[in-house]
């Protein structure tokens, strides 16, 4: 029943190592997005696709490299992890009709913790 | 999108309603009034969003000044549950699809306490 699903929770992995973090909206949306919450508490986007077209990249380094296999999936894959990339990244969906009235709708979060 | 400015922090009894301001005076005229909140732990929530006129729905009402500058979130009876941080954002009415991200201040750490 979940809207916004993201798989894992929780990610703990050394420095350097590559890891992937999943997402799935069983909404109809045809955007997603993927937003990062650093230890500050601050949110911001890094990604997003609507109609599995990646259409805003802000700024992210190259090693994150977001994949949507189909519209209801954005993963998000990340190459040569370093401490920075420890967060809480959020995953999104909205259905977006050229208006910015739709509302987004949140995952629950992956924690994700470099060592 | 406009900038939006809100007090760090605000505490509310339980039961009582609960106005969190916003100012937004930099505003343009195609540009809506987003609010969302985040509970501990979990993903930003939408609450209720409005251009002009003041917007009730289930869990809120907007406020919006006649000269849209600021505005204020209205919880009628706050609940232990509605401790959170408020976001209030401002975003361009017209976009084209896949553009309409948000862009999220510090918001207000609201405290509902029995």
């Known amino acids: 029943d979940t809207a916004v699903s993201q798989t894992p929770k929780y990610l703990v992995t050394q420095m350097g190592n590559d890891k992937s973090i999943k997402c799935e909206q069983n909404?109809?949306?045809?955007?997603m997005y993927w937003y990062k919450q650093d230890s500050k508490k601050f949110l911001k986007i890094m990604f997003s696709y609507n109609n599995k077209e990646l259409i805003i990249n802000e700024t992210v380094p190259n090693r994150f490299s977001p994949k949507s296999p189909d519209k209801a999936h954005l993963n998000l894959h990340i190459n040569s992890l370093e401490l920075g990339d420890s967060a809480v990244y959020f995953c999104?969906?909205?259905?977006?009709?050229?208006?910015?009235?739709?509302?987004?709708?949140f995952g629950p979060g992956t924690r994700l913790t470099v060592l | 999108d406009a900038k939006t400015t809100q007090p760090p922090s605000m505490d509310c009894a339980e039961g009582r309603a609960a106005n969190l301001p916003c100012n937004h005076s930099?505003?343009?005229?195609?540009?809506?009034v987003y609010w969302y909140r985040q509970i501990h732990s979990q993903g930003p929530q939408y609450i209720i969003h409005g251009l002009k006129n003041n917007e009730t729905n289930e869990m809120a009402s907007l406020i919006i000044t006649e000269d849209r500058k600021s505005s204020t979130l209205i919880l009628p009876h706050a609940t232990l549950r509605d401790t959170a941080v408020y976001y209030c954002?401002?975003?361009?009415?017209?976009?084209?699809?896949?553009?309409?991200?948000?862009?999220f201040g510090k918001g207000t750490m609201l405290l509902v306490s029995p």
């Open positions: 930099t505003i343009s005229g195609n540009e809506y």
């Open positions: 999104a969906s909205s259905q977006d009709q050229g208006l910015a009235s739709n509302e987004q709708f």
């Open positions: 954002i401002v975003r361009v009415a017209q976009v084209n699809s896949g553009y309409s991200t948000l862009t």
């Open positions: 909404l109809g949306h045809d955007t």
